[in-house]
T-cell receptor, first 117, second 112 residues
Framework: GAVVSQHPSWVICKSGTSVKIECRSL??????MFWYRQFPKQSLMLMATSNEGSKATYEQGVEKDKFLINHASLTLSTLTVTSAHPEDSSFYICSARQPPSGANVLTFGAGSRLTVL | GENVEQHPSTLSVQEGDSAVIKCTYSDSASNYFPWYKQELGKGPQLIIDIRSNVGEKKDQRIAVTLNKTAKHFSLHITETQPEDSAVYFCAASIVGNEKLTFGTGTRLTIIP
């Protein structure tokens, strides 16, 4: 079945630095990927929709300059948390739509846990 | 926009018994309802989904029912096993629009 890989699975960084998280569709092409944020014991909150070859679409309240999204190819989307602060610590999860087209089934990555010191 | 409510937030069930988790949605245009299982430290995994043109779908020990009129859908797990312990999320979306709105999650614990 469709597999979505995220890297790194966990990362610790110092406040003020930037961190990049990769999301890859391993065995299918994904023109659209989604990035979610999840706080402990809470639900998934959609941050943005990543579109291959065009700008990402951000949800209301999500800072575009803080969370940079690049979807440079049909199998790779990246999320860069810029000038990270402790409040950015969270579990970040990406997803991609499984083919065939028209189906709504999303496959999720295993998530990336970010801890900002 | 869509709002999905999920109950209960926690559920403990004796091994072998059944578990039921319920969700309601607000947008009558929603027509795709997946259920995800999330284990600790992992991403959600799709376990079953249903579209609005059917009222029930079953896959071995897991079933989902949908009441479009009342705008609610439920997950039923029968003959529960310890490995069923996880957090379960319901979600809703419109076919063709891939944005999912998630429920708040249910932490299911199976008591051996």
């Amino acid at each position: 079945g469709a597999v979505v890989s995220q890297h790194p699975s966990w990362v610790i960084c110092k406040s003020g630095t930037s961190v990049k998280i990769e999301c890859r569709s391993l065995d299918f092409q994904a023109t659209t990927m989604f990035w979610y944020r999840q706080f402990p014991k809470q639900s998934l909150m959609l941050m943005a929709t990543s579109n291959e070859g065009s700008k990402a679409t951000y949800e209301q309240g999500v800072e575009k300059d803080k969370f940079l999204i690049n979807h440079a190819s049909l199998t790779l989307s990246t999320l860069t948390v810029t000038s990270a602060h402790p409040e950015d610590s969270s579990f970040y999860i990406c997803s991609a739509r499984q083919p065939p087209s028209g189906a709504n089934v999303l496959t999720f990555g295993a998530g990336s846990r970010l801890t900002v010191l | 926009g869509e709002n999905v409510e999920q109950h209960p937030s926690t559920l403990s069930v004796q091994e072998g018994d059944s578990a039921v988790i319920k969700c309601t949605y607000s947008d009558s245009a929603s027509n795709y309802f997946p259920w995800y299982k999330q284990e600790l430290g992992k991403g959600p995994q799709l376990i079953i989904d249903i579209r609005s043109n059917v009222g029930e779908k079953k896959d071995q020990r897991i079933a989902v029912t949908l009441n479009k009129t009342a705008k609610h859908f439920s997950l039923h797990i029968t003959e529960t096993q310890p490995e069923d312990s996880a957090v379960y999320f319901c979600a809703a979306s419109i076919v063709g629009n891939e944005k999912l709105t998630f429920g708040t999650g249910t932490r299911l614990t199976i008591i051996p």
